[in-house]
């Protein structure tokens, strides 16, 4: 069940029950004593917003939805004025717009806590003015229509902003969305990324100069472990490694950065990090 | 309003694109080989051999470890295939080694790559 709440004043307002689109009146009395209802839909009465309408001949252009047409008709200042697109009104050939007072909406608002919607009264009820006939002021809306589709202010203020806020706010995060990690493989498919390696051998140009300035013991096996970065230089068994040739090549490593190890028959040169 | 917005997107989405595309590799002719050669691995001794230009064997373990032995090359042909298995790019190479072959001034080698 849907309850909406017609606000007059602070002193007398109107809880309605709203079943197949008609209002059914249920309790007047001062806002403070309806607020446990708790309604989130508002009827603002006449007196609080105000309707003005321009014959269409009389504006060369079509307006747009955010368009206020009454800027010079009404007293409140720009930034107090909150508005409902333009509606074309074809029985009487005019553009019709409501407005309202934004901070007094928000001083409405404030007492309304659980209100979402603000809809005017001659707006979103059928018929507030029969035949011609005016309405007592206090006749209640009792089995009218009500739009719940109607144009209504929003307590936020962002009722206009809302759908472009959003619209800017998705614009800016799908920009984004394919620099984010891991999205891009959602949007574009796998990127199946090859790893490359580097594989120049440090320690081979080590032996290169190593071998070109020593006269190296006859070799047996040589090998370049690139991912320990040593050079492993195995030499027949009954080769003797003498001292001369041991500080020759300690000598050249202290140049090259690199360590030498030796062991039997066996030199193994280390890369220096 | 909208349209800078659209502009924004589109480039972003652009120039993504053109990231994506500039980090496909220009690969050369091993490593190409190499990569088709992981489908199919009974091909990888054939894409060794017209690489060294020598008559390759190779091992793999655990589908990560590949040996490539080439047997009783002539010592300036040892040094060769040392340098060209520096090339690849797609293997890390992780060890090249030497030895004494059966005749004298003829070598073994064994160059050992890790894939991934």
Redesign the interface.
Known sequence: MTLVLRYLSDETSELYKLRRGKLNFLKTGPIDGLLSKKPRLVILSDENFVSSSIKIDDLNFTPDADQFLFSEKSILSADDVLFNPPKKIDENKTWQQVWVSASKLKAVGVKLPHAQKFFPESVAVENTQMDGIVQPSNSTLDGRSFDIKADFFDLKFSKKRKPQTILILGMIFLSALPWLPYSSDFIFGPSDEIELFDNSIRTLDIFSELSASLSLPDLKGLEFNHTNDLIRIKSNEDFIFDEELRSQIEVFCETAFCSVEFQDATIIIRKNN | ??AL??L??V???SA??MV?DG?D?D?NEI?ARL?EAAKIPEKIDEVFQDFFGFEAKSKTENETIISVFFENVKEEDALLV??R????????????????GQSEKSYNLEIVY?A?
Not at chain 2, 85 to 100: C, D, P, R, Y
Request: glycine letters at 2%; zero cysteines.
């Open positions: 309003m909208r917005l659209i924004i997107f480039i972003s989405f993504k694109i994506l980090k590799p690969l490593d990569l040392l340098q298995s520096q090339e690849v790019k797609v293997l890390n190479l992780h060890k090249a080694s030497i030895m004494s890790v991934g």
